[in-house]
Each structure stands twice: as structure tokens, then as C-alpha cells.
């Protein structure tokens, strides 16, 4: 029996290697955030290496995305990302959505709640990890967007509108 098992186990892990998730390498970057606003070289380095993957239209794929059921694993999260806040489609937003998106990211890098911690565990994106120093990096530019957009537009087009 457990031969059996054995057996039907190992044909379904063959046969879901050829079911595949479409990848994230669109590379489409026309409404990308770089377009509108100033990232200086080391912040958007930080950017491309620890956030990117997830936040935008182009992953850098691992070697193990190529094994399902990680793929599928990897996929989801990627998909999951870019619906919080994708680097790529950033300008395409409303302003008071683009600046909340930038309080967001401020947020969470002060909190430590990105990168993931599942992102950088047993060493598999340690580039990812971001120092102290690179998250203050980021918070400073994050801030430093924030006031630009309060100095060029008005008021009430960087906050929510008001439900009627």
C-alpha cells in the first residue's frame, strides 16, 4: 500500500512540473515611479534589489521558481504584492493615492514589515534584507517625495476624497 502511495505521489509531483504560472517579466515601465519622481541612484539600487521582485513589472526569478509547487507559491506572492503597491504602475495611480502609497512604503520599512520576513529566510534573497541604514535610505526619500508633492499640488488633491 504504502508503495502505492509512494508511486502516486511521485507521478503528481511530475506531472504539475508542466503546469506552469505565467512569469512577471513584462518589463512594461511607461507609468514606472521613476518617470515623475526623483530616486537617487543608491535608494533606487535598494529598490531594484529588495523590493522590485514583488513590486513591479520585472522578477528576478530564483532558481527553485522553476519547481511547483514553489512556482505557483512564488506567483501568488508576486501577484499579491503588485496589488499593495507596484513600483511600475505607480504615476498611473491618483495623487492622493500615490502619496499614500509613499506613506505606506515609509511605514512599512520603519515597522520592519518589509521585506517579508518569508523573503529573506534561510538565506534565499539575502541581498533583500535591508540594513538599518538602507531603510533609513528610504524613509528620507519617501519623505522627501511627500513634501515635494505637498509643495507642488494643493492640499486636497493629495488626501482621499471626502464620502458623500
Known amino acids: 500500500m504504502w508503495k502505492k502511495i509512494g508511486i502516486a505521489l511521485a507521478i503528481?509531483?511530475?506531472v504539475i512540473q508542466?503546469?506552469?504560472?505565467?512569469?512577471?517579466?513584462?518589463?512594461?515601465d511607461t507609468f514606472a515611479i521613476q518617470t515623475k519622481y526623483s530616486i537617487p541612484n543608491d535608494v533606487d539600487n535598494i529598490l531594484q534589489v529588495s523590493?522590485?521582485?514583488?513590486?513591479?513589472?520585472?522578477?528576478e526569478y530564483p532558481w527553485y521558481s522553476n519547481v511547483q509547487p514553489v512556482a505557483w507559491f512564488l506567483a501568488d506572492h508576486v501577484t499579491d504584492g503588485k496589488k499593495h503597491l507596484n513600483f511600475s504602475?505607480?504615476?498611473?495611480l491618483p495623487l492622493f493615492v500615490q502619496n499614500?502609497?509613499?506613506?505606506?512604503?515609509?511605514?512599512?520599512?520603519?515597522?520592519k514589515e518589509m521585506p517579508l520576513p518569508s523573503y529573506t529566510y534561510f538565506g534565499l534573497h539575502p541581498?533583500?534584507?535591508l540594513t538599518d541604514a538602507q531603510r533609513q535610505k528610504i524613509i528620507a526619500w519617501?519623505?522627501?517625495?511627500?513634501s515635494y508633492l505637498k509643495q507642488t499640488y494643493p492640499a486636497d488633491s493629495l488626501a482621499f476624497p471626502k464620502k458623500k
Request: proline share 2%; hydrophobic share 30%; charged share 35%.
Open 12 to 14: 503528481i509531483l511530475i
Open 18 to 28: 508542466f503546469i506552469r504560472p505565467e512569469k512577471n517579466i513584462s518589463g512594461n
Open 51 to 59: 523590493c522590485y521582485d514583488c513590486h513591479s513589472n520585472t522578477t
Open 89 to 92: 504602475e505607480f504615476t498611473k
Open 100 to 111: 499614500h502609497k509613499l506613506e505606506e512604503t515609509k511605514e512599512m520599512i520603519e515597522e
Open 127 to 129: 541581498e533583500a534584507d
Open 142 to 146: 519617501a519623505d522627501s517625495q511627500m
